[in-house]
């Protein structure tokens, strides 16, 4: 039984699941999603007041735009990198 966790939790999968994280930021695969969708466009829309603070008036709050645009990025890669971690195990498990 331990191996079986083991052998679900491999090198090649953790590689595809990471590489998938970054290949489901496009917003077209996000819309599948709608709460990750809007997690997404909310830290575009922080990315934007980051780099051009003065456009949107907050100039005095780049560093804390900033650090609110680095957790929102976090949480997108991390719930990608889950749901892309759960899809290959289950084609292992399908294969097997």
Avoid: H, Q, W
Avoid at 3 to 32: E, W, Y
Avoid at 33 to 56: D, K
Avoid at 63 to 77: A, E, K, R, S, Y
């Amino acid at each position: 039984m331990n191996s079986k966790r083991k052998s679900m939790l491999s090198g090649p999968i953790l590689r595809n699941a990471v590489m998938d994280s970054f290949k489901k930021l496009n917003p077209v695969t996000m819309m599948k999603n709608p709460v990750m969708f809007v997690v997404e466009v909310g830290t575009f829309i922080v990315l934007l007041m980051t780099v051009f603070p003065g456009y949107f008036g907050t100039e005095e709050s780049a560093g804390f735009n900033f650090t609110v645009f680095l957790i929102l990025l976090f949480t997108v890669l991390f719930a990608n990198f889950a749901e892309a971690l759960a899809e290959g195990r289950g084609r292992l498990r399908r294969i097997r």
